[in-house]
Nanobody
Framework: QVQLVDSGGGLVQTGGSLRLSCAAS????????MGWFRQAPGKEREFVTG????????YYADSVKGRFTISRDNAKNTVYLQMNSLKPEDTAVYYC????????????????WGQGTQVTVSS
């Protein structure tokens, strides 16, 4: 089992920044690729970004490329999502997720999920 705890969400104005964190406990964190997904009201959950086991490979949805940065610290069992130049359309509940071995763009292929953290961007 891997337990994930998301944090760092909040209310921010358009153009602002937030940094989300996801702390993991349980099994060996470095064995899991990590992803961030988001779900806005009335919309399906969507892939935002993912990072490989050692952090050497990262993947981004086109909608966040150049604005968001994913990183991980395996010594601290934590993955981060730095979000800059936020837009109202980024408003959603953000979830971190862990998948054994490799990143997937499909949420259904992830093994463990955090509880989610709300991000609200005001216009």
């Amino acid at each position: 089992q891997v337990q994930l705890v998301d944090s760092g969400g909040g209310l921010v104005q358009t153009g602002g920044s937030l940094r989300l964190s996801c702390a993991a406990s349980g099994r060996t964190f470095s064995n899991y690729a990590m992803g961030w997904f988001r779900q806005a009201p009335g919309k399906e959950r969507e892939f935002v970004t993912g990072i490989s086991l050692g952090g050497g490979s990262t993947y981004y949805a086109d909608s966040v490329k150049g604005r968001f940065t994913i990183s991980r610290d395996n010594a601290k069992n934590t993955v981060y999502l730095q979000m800059n130049s936020l837009k109202p359309e980024d408003t959603a509940v953000y979830y971190c997720a862990a998948r054994y071995a490799s990143v997937s763009f499909k949420g259904s292929e992830y093994d463990y999920w955090g509880q989610g953290t709300q991000v609200t961007v005001s216009s």
